[in-house]
T-cell receptor, first 113, second 112 residues
Framework: AQSVTQLDSQVPVFEEAPVELRCNYSSSVSVYLFWYVQYPNQGLQLLLKYLSGSTLVESINGFEAEFNKSQTSFHLRKPSVHISDTAEYFCALLIQGAQKLVFGQGTRLTINP | DTGVSQNPRHKITKRGQNVTFRCDPISEHNRLYWYRQTLGQGPEFLTYFQNEAQLEKSRLLSDRFSAERPKGSFSTLEIQRTEQGDSAMYLC??????????FGPGTRLLVL
């Protein structure tokens, strides 16, 4: 069975500090990988995804994630966070050819001024 | 394109009552998904429609749960004889391909 593990349930950081949210996955077949963000009282929004090609993918608001097949990881990073980045972040996988997303437990990112 | 909409946004019900939620996908999206998110957890897949056909159901979808998508447009999710364990956020998503799923704001259900 496929699974996603987000190693940190909460990550507090200071504004303008760098952050890394960790995600590891388990699958015996090829997968696509995603990061979703959920702001308070809102639905999930796609932040970035890895389907193929370059293993480093970027979002429009400065986040990036790197697909590492040997480490089965897809960690999310940002060099300098803002208060507006406060949200819950979910890592997810999709088995190639399947329909359903499999999500991790989420990481709550809290930015302190 | 107004995005995926869900109604109601919040529902409080008493144990044993039936509830129905509605999801309106982005127009022309042939794929529609339901997920459930409990407190402190990531969303879990419930069911998937392609047009009006329900093609996949999770084991989480007990016989008290039923979902429909008549005419391949909006979808409803009904829970019969609600239990306290049904309290959760019910999320709907739609898309043209499974790699791109657009989520609605969700319906938060509280069963007392």
């Amino acid at each position: 069975a496929q699974s996603v593990t987000q190693l940190d349930s909460q990550v507090p950081v200071f504004e303008e500090a760098p952050v890394e949210l960790r995600c590891n996955y388990s699958s015996s077949v090829s997968v696509y990988l995603f990061w979703y963000v959920q702001y308070p009282n809102q639905g999930l929004q796609l932040l970035l995804k890895y389907l193929s090609g370059s293993t480093l993918v970027e979002s429009i608001n400065g986040f990036e994630a790197e697909f590492n097949k040997s480490q089965t990881s897809f960690h999310l990073r940002k060099p300098s966070v803002h208060i507006s980045d406060t949200a819950e972040y979910f890592c997810a996988l999709l088995i190639q050819g399947a329909q359903k997303l499999v999500f991790g437990q989420g990481t709550r990112l809290t930015i302190n001024p | 394109d107004t995005g995926v909409s869900q109604n109601p946004r919040h529902k409080i019900t008493k144990r044993g009552q039936n509830v129905t939620f509605r999801c309106d996908p982005i127009s022309e999206h042939n794929r529609l998904y339901w997920y459930r998110q409990t407190l402190g957890q990531g969303p879990e897949f419930l069911t998937y429609f392609q047009n009006e056909a329900q093609l996949e159901k999770s084991r989480l979808l007990s016989d008290r749960f039923s979902a429909e998508r008549p005419k391949g447009s909006f979808s409803t999710l009904e829970i019969q004889r609600t239990e306290q364990g049904d309290s959760a956020m019910y999320l709907c998503a739609s898309g043209l391909v499974p790699e791109t799923q657009y989520f609605g704001p969700g319906t938060r259900l509280l069963v007392l």
